[in-house]
């Protein structure tokens, strides 16, 4: 077994969990060169800078940059293993769509050799990993490749999915379990052994195709939950309750753990994942979708009780808070803010103020709206109407005589004391 110090690495990918992970790799004592399309984000890794947000990602790629343990580059070099971690989207049909991993495989295969091992990280269909070996196989006949030939293998496939925490991924690239399925048996022992490299978190093996239904399980496990709450969140509005406090008062029964609801629900995983497991078994999958639907349809129900709220003061300023996925972080990968965001900005225009502590602008789907980006003390001066979209620490911390005279749709429930009524006859919050 090669040593740390001797171990060359090629991560493929350096988006929101690619240079986290090649960071964490080169910590680790290889020599990892990571890969991306974009010339811009190879230009900033090799500076020892990064282009997304997560905690403590600065310092640690600044760190292994400038060490050496890490370089990037568009062209892929020969290396001891290869870690496929690009996106996996969905098309308008809900279909997914592989072709980046597929590329990935393509630009891997001219430079292997016999004793090299490939991982596929990104959330993936149910049989994708046996793709990437067959696309190998059909572009290098002169290797052996896993299940394919009955005289072992010159290398070996394996898939590892990530499960982390935006906000976390540092602390849970090393302390999560990792479920890793091999192409064979061999193949996950492989890379069982990489993975022990860095991971404290157990490592437990199985086939490829296991895997890939595992991480697809997990999170249309947290969308089918999420879906209750949000539909719950729906009903309470139609019957005028506190959806807040039926949640707080539901879950003082020791076997009850609901959720808590938003303006829908968002990032590249749990809005994306399920409709792997629906394209797979369509007819076998009613639950799956319908929560995929449910909470599809929670943004037209927001954006419709935002605009009930704008529609009390005809002109006022409006100020949208955050358009993350999630809190405290910058990823707008299939936010509901956003959607909610860009739609009342399409209606209202420079009516709309958006704050956003994580943007240094504001994206795509604002092009042409005339909203504008703001900070949150602007927006206190300047918006009787708040609509919280992502819970972010910031807007928190904000105090109640700060707004205490809003309109507030709190999409979030980060306001418990927020005033439902006032001096004037108008409701000054909304919930759910």
Not at 33 to 49: Q, W
Not at 55 to 60: E, I, K, N
Not at 85 to 100: L, N, R
Not at 313 to 330: E, R
């Amino acid at each position: 077994m090669l040593s740390d110090s001797e171990l060359k690495v090629v991560v493929v990918g350096l988006g929101y969990i690619g240079l986290p992970t090649a960071a964490v790799i080169a910590r680790s004592g290889a020599r990892v060169l990571g890969i991306d399309v974009s010339a811009r984000v190879v230009d900033t890794v090799n500076s020892g800078k990064v282009h997304i947000e997560e905690v403590d990602l600065d310092g640690l790629v600044q760190g292994v940059v400038a060490r050496g343990a890490l370089r990037a580059s568009t062209a892929i070099e020969p290396a001891d293993v290869f870690v496929i971690a690009v996106p996996t989207p969905f098309g308008d049909d809900h279909a997914p769509d592989i072709s980046h991993v597929l590329n990935a495989a393509a630009g891997i295969a001219p430079v292997l050799k016999a004793g090299d091992t490939v991982i596929l990280e990104s959330t993936s269909p149910v049989g994708t990993t046996e793709q990437v070996r067959d696309l190998i196989a059909a572009a290098r006949p002169d290797l052996k490749v896993p299940g394919l030939t009955g005289n072992g293998a010159d290398i070996a496939i394996a898939y590892c999915p990530e499960r982390v925490l935006p906000g976390r991924i540092l602390v849970e690239l090393i302390d999560n379990d990792r479920v890793i399925g091999g192409i064979t048996p061999r193949c996950a022992r492989k890379a069982l052994g990489f993975y022990r490299r860095f991971v404290r978190g157990a490592c437990v093996t199985t086939n490829a195709r296991a895997a890939e239904m595992t991480k697809l399980v997990e999170n249309s496990y947290r969308d089918v939950n999420i879906a209750f709450a949000n539909e719950l969140s729906v009903v309470a509005d139609e019957m005028g309750l506190d959806v807040w406090e039926v949640i707080r008062l539901a879950n003082r029964h020791p076997r009850v753990n609901i959720l808590s609801p938003g303006p829908g629900v968002g990032g590249h995983c749990i809005a994306v994942d399920p409709w792997f497991i629906v394209h797979g078994a369509p007819d076998h999958t009613p639950l799956i979708r319908t929560a995929r639907e449910v909470n599809d349809a929670k943004v037209d129900h927001t954006i419709a009780r935002a605009e009930a709220l704008i529609a009390e003061m005809p002109g006022a300023p409006v100020a949208c808070l955050g358009l993350a996925f999630k809190a405290n972080i910058d990823d707008f990968r299939e936010s509901p803010a956003v959607k909610v965001a860009a739609a009342l900005a399409r209606r209202h225009g420079r009516r709309i103020r958006i704050v956003e502590p994580y943007a240094e602008a504001l994206p795509a789907a604002f092009a042409g709206t005339g909203a504008e980006l703001t900070d949150i003390d602007e927006a206190i001066a300047t918006c009787p109407i708040f609509i919280v979209l992502v819970d972010h620490d910031l807007f928190k911390s904000v105090p109640l005589d700060e707004r205490a005279d809003k309109l507030v749709y709190d999409t979030r429930g980060i306001w418990p004391d927020q005033p439902a009524g006032g001096a004037t006859t108008k409701p000054l919050r909304m919930t759910g």
